[in-house]
């Protein structure tokens, strides 16, 4: 069977909640104290994507491969946001691919069917963020024509801290 990339329906929210729940996962493993890890990702995952998935500026496509699905994208449309002086936009913000669907193109034909997606919302542009250790996600959307135009840097808070008092 070919390869199918399609809306998500609610009988893929199961499938959505696993991917999901190893993205958290893998995200929690380039830095766990940056990226959160709830108790009950998988149930987070699957209530959060189902939601969106029935959301007019949202978009949640899955991929499937012989009638299962091995693969999902996520993003929505966001308003301007004066903070990261962004004009609205498209935010593609999930993109996973089981391992044994891995190299074989599936990853870029989520991102563009995404593209696809969001562009026909009426958005400008569309912008999304990959973990500094995610390098091969990082390639794959350079090859696709995303180009670098943010760096994010956390820091975490002192376990102790006193105010600072204004003079």
């Given at each position: 069977m070919p390869l199918i990339i399609r809306a998500a329906n609610a009988t893929d929210?199961?499938?959505?909640?696993?991917?999901?729940?190893a993205l958290a996962r893998k995200h929690h493993e380039f830095d766990a104290q940056r990226f959160?890890?709830?108790?009950?990702?998988?149930?987070?995952y699957r209530a959060w994507l189902g939601r969106?998935?029935?959301r007019k500026d949202a978009v949640v496509i899955v991929a499937e491969l012989d009638g299962q699905v091995v693969g999902y994208a996520y993003g929505r449309v966001e308003p301007v946001d004066w903070n990261a002086?962004?004009?609205r936009a498209g935010a593609f913000h999930d993109l996973w691919v089981e391992?044994?669907?891995?190299?074989?193109g599936v990853g870029a034909l989520l991102a563009e069917e995404m593209m696809r997606r969001l562009t026909?919302?009426?958005?400008?542009?569309?912008?999304?963020?990959?973990?500094?250790?995610n390098e091969p996600a990082q390639r794959m959307f350079a090859r696709l024509g995303w180009r670098p135009t943010m760096v994010e840097m956390t820091r975490e808070a002192p376990a102790h801290t006193?105010?600072?008092?204004?003079r």
């Open positions: 929210e199961a499938a959505l909640g696993r991917m999901g729940a959160m890890l709830p108790d009950d990702v998988e149930s987070g969106e998935a029935r002086l962004l004009d391992e044994k669907a891995r190299r074989g026909s919302l009426g958005v400008p542009r569309v912008v999304l963020h990959t973990a500094a250790r006193e105010p600072i008092s204004e």
